[in-house]
């Protein structure tokens, strides 16, 4: 009887427990109010006097699996306030529970947005205080996949983002560019051809022009990416429907995640990839935080293996410092090199055929020469005239 008790309340308290995880999750019907409230504020660490303020959101996830981190990165205008950078787009809709669910893996993930410290932008902020707001944000959770940190950026916040993948492209592994007031050039794409990025863009976009912006980053980068279906470019004619007079806000469509109520506020949208194939996304999330592509370049996993071929010992046969080796040899004994003075070849004895006496028939000054050589007056050839 008392098993059967403990059973029923035991029952009981695991349906309790379930309705109330069910009741505490908050969907996207419950507005962006609700989803805003479920973030959280805090700074990051001081760097040459210069830190951020930033929003951040940790999922409700299995701290055994590995989540995704975003890092979000605003225009201008919305650091101009504490908890703007939250409020003046609607990302937080990332955080409810059905986009939780839509990331790769399916066990949620971090999302984390920053402040720039107005009026300096991301465009022209110190780099290095940007970096370790991140990092710091990293170290603090060790489920966050190392593989999977995106970074992204609209308008001069695109460019903060450019900064961030190319001074740490082993970091990163995707970069998502919404309007920007920037452009990748060959060499920065090379940088980044193991980096997932999405370009989106408005042709006739005010602010941010098409042919020298992204129009420029989306030919470099199909010439240099590593793989082509890791790299996407949205367009449309204008973006979207409630600011047809600037055509700027390309980052809608991002915050509902490519819906079709989203996708409606777009005039001639289409998504191709670097091979010019189009394709019909499944979502900003579920691309941006698969970690297909992404080689990290990290210093603890060295390019060049250890090689068991060259030896260590000194008694390896191809160096010796043996000094009886006979290849080379100092012994004064040997037949190759002597300075032997009776050598044959080369004499200095007095008595050797070379002579400089003067009794040496070969030449002579005597009076008495041959008749052959005459010089004396009684020659038989007479120099006078005929008989």
């Known amino acids: 009887m008392k098993k059967r008790i403990l059973s029923i309340i035991l029952c009981a308290a695991l349906i309790f427990t379930s309705v109330a995880v069910c009741a505490s999750a908050v969907t996207v019907g419950s507005g962006l109010a609700a989803l805003r409230a479920q973030w959280k504020r805090d700074v990051g660490p001081s760097v040459n006097g210069v830190k951020h303020e930033y929003s951040y959101f940790v999922p409700d996830c299995d701290p055994d699996k590995s989540c995704p981190l975003v ?40 999302l984390l947005i920053i402040k720039a410290n107005e009026p300096v932008y991301f465009d022209s902020c110190p780099l290095e205080p940007l970096f370790q707001t991140v990092k710091s944000f990293v170290d603090k959770y060790d489920n966050i996949d190392r593989n999977r940190i995106t970074v992204f950026g609209w308008c001069l916040g695109a460019s903060g983002a450019k900064r961030l993948a190319l001074a740490h492209p082993e970091f990163f592994s995707g970069l998502a560019f919404f309007s920007p007031m920037t452009s990748l050039n060959a060499e920065e794409c090379e940088t980044l051809k193991n ?120 008694d390896a046969p191809e160096v010796s410092t043996d000094t009886d080796t006979p290849e080379v040899s100092t012994n004064t004994d040997a037949p190759e090199v002597t300075t032997n003075t009776d050598a044959p070849e080369v004499s200095t004895n007095t008595d050797a055929p070379v002579s400089t006496s003067t009794d040496a028939p070969e030449v002579t000054t005597g009076t008495d020469a041959p008749a052959d050589t005459p010089t004396g007056t009684d020659a038989p050839a007479s120099s006078g005239g005929g008989e």
């Open 71 to 110: 890092v979000f990165l605003a225009g201008a205008g919305e650091g101009s306030s504490s908890g703007q950078e939250l409020r003046a787009n609607d990302f937080a809709y990332w955080s409810s529970e059905e986009y939780q669910a839509r990331a790769t893996g399916g066990n949620g993930m971090y």
């Open 195 to 314: 980096t997932r990025v999405w370009l989106f863009s408005s042709y006739l976009d005010v602010y941010s022009f098409y042919p020298i912006n992204n129009g420029a980053t989306w030919r470099n980068l199909k010439r240099n990416t590593a793989d082509k279906s890791n790299i996407r470019s949205t367009t449309s004619l204008i973006a979207p429907r409630v600011t047809y007079f600037l055509s700027h806000h390309t980052w809608r469509i991002a915050e509902r995640d490519y819906e079709p109520s989203a996708q409606a506020q777009y005039i001639f949208l289409r998504t191709v990839d670097g091979s010019g194939k189009s394709v019909s996304p499944d979502g900003v999330i579920a691309f941006m935080t698969d970690r297909k592509g992404f080689t990290p370049d990290t210093p603890d996993e060295p390019d060049i293996p250890e090689n068991p071929e060259i030896p260590t010992s000194t």
